[in-house]
């Protein structure tokens, strides 16, 4: 079955640039170098990860086959491949279509269509790694947690990419892994329903 997806193209567009920091082409994983479009709820996530690093925002989308969409719907496609055909910053008509059944997508810019086979694998499960509400981060953690300045400003360079230099983030480290010596930081306060995450560096 083929869905048919279209909605604002700069919110469209910004998610996609924001989420497309993160993959790397680098992994050797496919997976790793894709967008996850995911349905959550009553509307769109994208999310991104190359193991080290996770993004995920949230989009509107009108959908010719919204109702038949599972909660755990997800697609995946190629990060480089969408992140060209998003390079337009204004066009007139477009959209993205998912065909399930043969496997592949296409998205149409003003008659320009981009496209390919999705992508294959079972997308981490990062929804319960990240707070639900991107409201709420958790509570502040005392002592020194180191991040790789790389892997960092990646995503901060996306995310003035999509959003603009006038953001303001907000950056709390969260979660307990390991008895609290390698806690995740989770970045938001940039834009509504979105937001990143970033492994630290493992300390002896």
Do not use: C
Request: avoid cysteine; glycine fraction near 10%.
């Amino acid at each position: 079955m083929e869905r048919i997806y279209n909605g604002d193209w700069e919110k469209f567009r910004s998610a996609v640039i924001f989420a497309g920091a993160v993959p790397s082409k680098d992994s050797g994983v496919d997976m790793f170098n894709s967008l996850s479009f995911e349905s959550l709820g009553d509307h769109w996530g994208i999310a991104a990860t190359d193991r080290y690093r996770l993004a995920w925002v949230g989009v509107n989308l009108s959908a010719n086959e919204f109702r038949l969409m599972s909660a755990d719907y997800r697609a995946l496609i190629s990060a480089p491949d969408l992140l060209k055909a998003v390079k337009p910053a204004k066009v007139s008509a477009w959209h993205l279509a998912i065909d399930e059944d043969r496997r592949v997508w296409s998205l149409n810019v003003d008659g320009s269509i981009f496209g390919g086979d999705l992508v294959n694998g079972d997308f981490p499960k990062w929804r319960q790694l990240t707070p639900l509400s991107l409201d709420s981060a958790g509570d502040p953690v005392a002592g020194s947690i180191n991040y790789d300045p790389i892997l960092l400003g990646g995503i901060l360079s996306g995310i003035v990419k999509a959003f603009g230099k006038g953001v303001h983030i907000k950056l709390t480290p969260s979660g307990d892994h390991n008895e609290g010596k390698h806690k995740p930081v989770t970045i938001t306060g940039f834009s509504e329903r979105a937001g990143a995450m970033i492994m630290p560096v493992r300390q002896a």
